[in-house]
């Protein structure tokens, strides 16, 4: 059963505005939660991350919020620009350095 | 910044070879993942390592294996290659979070 889920495999969104992917998890253990974002023939890259004891947190244009108690987060990219179409991924992680948990991902496709 | 390299970018080969697929970290980190990535699945963890030769399975580790004899190379070993196992598999590395990917390698068996 898929513990991290992202329950839209796409969004499209205007160049400007808000984009806001979204991620649900299963486990109350996660205790950090990571977005990579991944262009086509590239690696993922790591994005931004939250640890389960904040709600927020910020890094320029990208915030993360978690809902520990509707064990849900989210990803705000604001303003979209064209360069931020990829696919995200969102992983989660128990304690420690065991392998993070990914979900199926989402294809934003910003729209100049 | 951290250098994942992946020996190759794409690679095409016959059913029932034995293929090794090569992946070398240059940060000094203990652990190191190999996962694939399919469409419509994700990224789905095969081997992870803690440390020089030790190994762990991850979610699908069936027709593979694995190799860690030296910390910053990890090698993932497809037995007899079949064909359900063309996809991208993608090597990381870490010492403490975030995971740092290398650039993956695009697998065909034909």
């Known amino acids: 059963d898929q513990q991290v889920k992202q329950n839209s495999p796409s969004l499209s969104v205007q160049e400007g505005r808000i984009s806001i992917l979204n991620c649900d998890y299963t486990?109350?253990?996660?205790?950090?939660f990571l977005w990579y974002k991944k262009y086509p023939a590239e690696g993922p890259t790591f994005l931004i991350s939250i640890s389960s004891i904040k709600d927020k947190n910020e890094d320029g244009r990208f915030t993360v919020f978690l809902n520990k108690s509707a064990k849900h987060l989210s990803l705000h990219i604001v303003p979209s620009q064209p360069g931020d179409s990829a696919v995200y991924f969102c992983?989660?992680?128990?304690?420690?350095?065991?392998?993070?948990?990914f979900g199926k991902g989402t294809r934003l496709s910003v729209i100049a | 910044d951290v250098k994942v390299t992946q020996s190759s970018r794409y690679l095409v080969k016959r059913t029932g070879e034995k293929v090794f697929l090569e992946c070398v970290q240059d940060?000094?980190?203990?652990?190191m993942f190999w996962y694939r990535q399919d469409p419509g699945l994700g990224l789905r963890l095969i081997y992870f390592s803690y440390d020089v030769k030790m190994k762990e399975k991850g979610d699908i580790p069936e027709g593979y294996s694995v190799s860690r004899e030296k910390k910053e190379r990890f090698s993932l070993i497809l037995e007899s290659a079949s064909t359900n196992q063309t996809s991208m598999y993608l090597c990381a590395s870490m010492s403490n979070q975030p995971q740092h990917f290398g650039d993956g390698t695009r697998l065909s068996i034909l």
């Open positions: 940060m000094d980190h203990e652990n």
């Open positions: 486990n109350s253990m996660f205790d950090y």
């Open positions: 992983a989660a992680r128990y304690s420690g350095n065991t392998p993070l948990v």
